[in-house]
């Protein structure tokens, strides 16, 4: 086998699971990268001008460079995540929601800016822009950013997505600063729900004040 063969195979992976090529990339890590970032390459390419390429290789590309923790490839995939007409939703599929903000952490970690660069672009694929969200408790769950900081950086992110009217980013925000138990936006919370921003049948305020704990300041509710 080689990376080529192996490209080819994660491709061709539709209904079943391409474990011989996987396997091989992970036994040819240094060799894979630079190829894994050429299928990156070639989808942002494709993308660009509007169409969805064939095949299963960018989101196997996408998984095996997360695992591998390659930095090299942070550029190349943000380039990815910013694609027109909705291609990383249809390119990831359900990984959008399920995978993609544990994805961005690996790549992120602590560095918010990151993260600022997807989130503050409405433009962007919704499911990209809350991934990034929800991406920010990932390091604060492994020690590698505070509490407070993460907080600090959801509340400016709320208090703008509110002066903007940005529903699509409201929920995501408030949903993460539940999971933080940030007592102190509350005020911001509340008053994202009072614009009609926050999708009620998501989280109401009767979840506000159950997840909100007070008593317990300094803890997460989903750590």
């Known amino acids: 086998l080689s990376l080529d063969d192996a490209i080819r195979e ?45 095949g299963n290789a960018t989101i196997y590309a996408l998984f095996l460079l997360a695992e591998f923790q390659a930095a090299a490839a942070v550029p190349i995939i943000w380039q990815f995540l910013k694609l027109p007409h909705d ?6 599929g359900d990984a959008i929601t399920e ?18 660069e ?21 390091p604060v769950r492994d020690g590698l950013l505070s509490r407070q900081d993460a907080i600090l950086w959801l ?10 009217r940005d529903a699509s980013l409201t929920d995501p925000l408030v949903n993460v600063l539940l999971d933080l138990n940030a007592n102190e936006a509350r005020p911001q919370i ?10 009620e049948e998501m989280v109401s305020l009767e979840n506000v004040n159950d997840e909100l704990s007070p008593d317990s300041p300094n803890e997460c509710n989903n750590p």
């Open 99 to 116: 995978d993609l903000p544990r994805i961005l952490a690996i790549f992120a970690g602590p560095r918010l800016d990151l993260l600022d």
């Open 10 to 54: 994660l491709e061709a992976a539709y209904h079943v699971f391409p474990e011989r090529a996987l396997r091989f990339c992970q036994s040819q890590r240094e060799h894979a990268i630079p190829r894994l970032i050429e299928v990156l390459e070639h989808t942002v390419r494709v993308g660009q001008n509007g169409a969805v390429p064939e």
């Open 118 to 138: 997807l989130i503050l672009d409405p433009a962007l694929n919704h499911w990209v822009r809350s991934a990034a969200v929800h991406a920010c408790g990932y």
């Open 155 to 164: 509340q400016k992110h709320l208090t703008e997505a509110i002066r903007r």
């Open 190 to 199: 509340e008053l994202a729900f009072q614009e009609g921003l926050v999708d």
């Open 87 to 92: 291609i990383p939703d249809k390119l990831l």
